[in-house]
């Protein structure tokens, strides 16, 4: 294993909605064969959005539309990801006009689910946070009534 950074790492991922209103799902073995978001590292001297639409291309292949910021979460040193990190997690929600998912070597599996199926997955814990944040009353951005409207 590589020596970990010194410093906590800033990452950015989507839980990105597709034509249908359903949400993609991926899972990766870096999260222990748990299901996530796609998402990654922030480059030096990137913008987060920036960030956000290069590791959404580069992971899945997806245009992203619709950013919104949802949350930001921390994980130190949490057992779910596959060795000792400190990350700081920006969570966003976004839409994509295709669910035709192209995915790198990182991405074992994928699915598009309905909203409220997605939580019957076996989820890493920052990304059910995300999803039942996605499902309160008035955080869903484009329900009527959510943040767009």
């Known amino acids: 294993m590589a020596t970990p950074p010194k410093h906590p790492l800033p990452t950015v991922a989507a839980l990105v909605s ?15 064969g748990l299901w996530g978001v796609p998402g990654g590292k922030i480059e ?9 639409r290069r590791e959404l291309r580069e992971e899945v292949g997806l245009e992203l539309h619709d950013i919104r910021l949802a949350l930001v979460q921390e994980a130190i040193f949490d057992p779910q990801f596959y060795q000792p ?14 669910e035709e998912v192209t995915p790198n070597e ?3 599996e994928w699915v598009w689910v309905e909203p409220e199926g997605a939580l019957k997955y076996p989820l890493n814990t ?15 951005p484009y329900r009527e009534g959510g943040l767009s409207s």
Do not use: C
């Open 18 to 32: 597709g034509p249908s209103g359903r949400v993609l799902l991926v899972r990766t073995t870096k999260w222990r």
């Open 44 to 52: 030096w001297g990137e913008p987060l959005e920036a960030a956000l």
């Open 85 to 98: 990190m400190h990350f700081i997690f920006f969570n966003y929600y976004a839409r994509s006009e295709s």
């Open 106 to 108: 990182e991405i074992a």
């Open 126 to 140: 920052f990304t059910q946070v995300l999803l039942k944040d996605y499902l309160s009353v008035g955080a869903h």
